[in-house]
């Protein structure tokens, strides 16, 4: 059950697209279409912003989009917004019935 | 409007135990597979456990399981963890998460806002 593997941190300026990846092995991102996005703001509850390794929930702005190549998902956020500061976990699910999260991405708004 | 309530997190001595629960209202309960998830303070979210929506299926991280217990009551709309034998290192805000409607137990969708759990002598 080791962590997914997520880049520390990541910045961009208002407007500009940015993307972070996912790392994991067949045995989990590579193996299974479970792959979430989650946005967590400080002292706050994560939100799901992608889920299914595509899929946006209703509400969640068309700038954020997901997809996955072989054992490393991505998430992109185009058009970035100073609100879109924030921490981003990936997570899924794996060939032990159980899930595994990333280690977490800070994103910056230059 | 999901709304998921978590209580019974505090302070706790290594060794000991306690029991946090989770209410959900604003949904069927008793349709989804639920999670509990923790975060350590300043750290990362880190799965804890799993339960299918019947209690039928439960599964665990590696470094709880054999001290931490799942459980649901439909009938109230709760969910339950179980922690016993604590160690310093479950020090953290436990959330509980509900599932995506996909039914797939693997797509937490809707979260609390977490109770403390803090163990400590």
């Known amino acids: 059950q080791s962590a997914l593997t997520q880049p520390a941190s990541v910045s961009g300026s208002p407007g500009q697209s940015i993307t972070i990846s996912c790392t994991g092995t067949n045995s989990d991102v590579g193996g299974y279409k479970y792959v979430s996005w989650y946005q967590q703001h400080p002292g706050k509850a994560p939100k799901v912003m992608i889920y299914?390794?595509?899929n946006r929930p209703s509400g969640v702005s068309d700038r954020f989009s997901g997809s996955k190549s072989g054992d490393t998902a991505s998430l992109t956020i185009s058009g970035l917004q100073a609100e879109d500061e924030a921490e981003y976990y990936c997570s899924s699910y794996s060939s032990s019935s159980t899930l595994v999260f990333g280690g977490g991405t800070k994103v910056t708004v230059l | 409007e999901v709304q998921l309530v978590e209580s019974g997190g505090g302070l706790v001595q290594p060794g000991g135990s306690l029991r946090l629960s989770c209410v959900g209202s604003g949904f069927t309960f008793s349709n989804h597979w639920m999670h509990w998830v923790r975060q350590a303070p300043g750290k990362g979210l880190v799965w804890v456990s799993r339960i299918k929506s019947d209690g039928s299926t439960k599964t665990y991280a590696d470094s709880v399981k054999g001290r931490f217990t799942i459980s649901r009551d439909n009938a109230k709309n709760t969910l339950y963890l179980q922690m016993n034998s604590l160690r310093a290192e479950d020090t953290a805000v436990y959330f509980c998460?509900?599932?995506?409607?996909?039914?797939?137990?693997?797509?937490?969708?809707?979260w609390g806002q977490g109770t403390l759990v803090t163990v400590s002598s």
């Open positions: 299914d390794v595509s």
């Open positions: 998460a509900r599932d995506g409607p996909g039914l797939s137990g693997a797509d937490p969708d809707s």
